[in-house]
């Protein structure tokens, strides 16, 4: 008779648990996109894709204060950023067709509380086959925080 007490326990306290984890407040985890900004809508840059240049192949790095800005990235348009506030992911993407334009998502996976930004560039007709530059300003990043950078043309 023990035997059937205590499989008959632990069955209960597993519907217990169970009911509870959908019940109680428990939520699912889920990534919320954080909106990101760009030189052209916080400094007034135009074409950044084109008119930006950095020594980068098929890759990305995080800028993280003027002096890098200053040293690595050629262009146009060269502003002061605000890098109390932010930090600039920037890579290079060439293409075997051009673009359309270019779409950011950027998010903080909640499992692993690591950023990561996916970079979206629409195709066009055209037979251009250009290599181009995106960048996201970010959110300050914490120091030595690493960033997932995912590039998709579509």
């Known amino acids: 008779m023990k035997p059937l007490v205590y499989s008959t326990g632990l069955l209960l306290a597993a ?14 985890c889920t990534s919320t ?6 030189l052209e809508s916080e400094y007034g840059c135009r ?4 008119q930006l240049d950095i020594n ?4 990305y790095t995080v800028i ?14 060269h502003p002061l950023i605000d890098f109390s506030a932010y930090d600039l992911i920037i890579g ?7 673009t359309s334009g270019i779409t950011y998502t950027y998010q903080r996976d909640c499992a692993t509380n690591r950023p990561s930004l996916h970079v979206a560039f629409g195709r066009s007709i055209t037979t251009e086959a250009p290599n181009l530059t995106y960048h996201a300003l970010v959110p300050k990043l914490a120091a030595e925080e690493q960033v997932t950078v995912e590039v998709e043309v579509r």
């Open 33 to 38: 996109p954080v909106a990101v900004k760009s």
């Open 15 to 28: 519907t217990v648990l169970n009911g509870c984890a959908t019940k109680c407040g428990v939520e699912p």
């Open 56 to 59: 980068l192949n098929q890759t």
């Open 92 to 98: 290079k993407k060439g293409l075997s067709s051009g």
């Open 64 to 77: 993280r204060n003027q002096a890098d800005f200053d040293r690595l990235v050629t262009g146009d348009c």
């Open 47 to 50: 074409d950044t894709k084109r």
